[in-house]
């Protein structure tokens, strides 16, 4: 009896979606952040008229995905040194203010005494309608 094989084409997406986010949430004032996906998110950012007064997304990226950047490059005017902050291998944790955006390198560090500190490092990109970190 021969054995089966079964073949599945897995993504490798990082628990991401296919262009990156791993998740985002869409403020409303006086209502419980909602869960979006990048769809939405992109409906909300390049929606014609004026914004929704006091709304916001929250978008969370996977650096792992390929997809991340481009996302990011089409949909949003970030200043150059967030992405230049995704690419630094500075251990300074710094924050800066380019235009009408704040950029945030941060410093995660999780404290087990009996082993090496892991550190992980977050950017952030705050602007009046998104707060996007990767």
Request: include cysteine; charged fraction near 15%.
């Amino acid at each position: 009896m021969a054995a089966q094989t079964t073949v599945q084409n897995v993504e490798p997406t990082s628990g991401s979606d296919q262009d990156g986010p791993i998740w985002g949430y869409h403020f409303v004032p006086n209502q419980p952040a909602r869960s979006i996906a990048s769809e939405a998110a992109v409906e909300f950012l390049t929606a014609s008229g004026p914004p929704p007064p006091n709304e916001f997304l929250w978008l969370h990226f996977s650096l792992s995905n390929a997809g991340s950047e481009p996302w990011l490059r089409r949909y949003l005017t970030l200043p150059d040194a967030f992405f230049e902050s995704l690419q630094s291998d500075v251990d300074a944790t710094h924050l800066e203010q380019d235009g009408d955006a704040l950029v945030a390198r941060i410093h995660d560090v999780l404290f087990d005494f009996t082993f090496d500190v892991p550190v992980a490092t977050t950017t952030l990109c705050v602007k009046p309608r998104v707060l996007v970190s990767a």
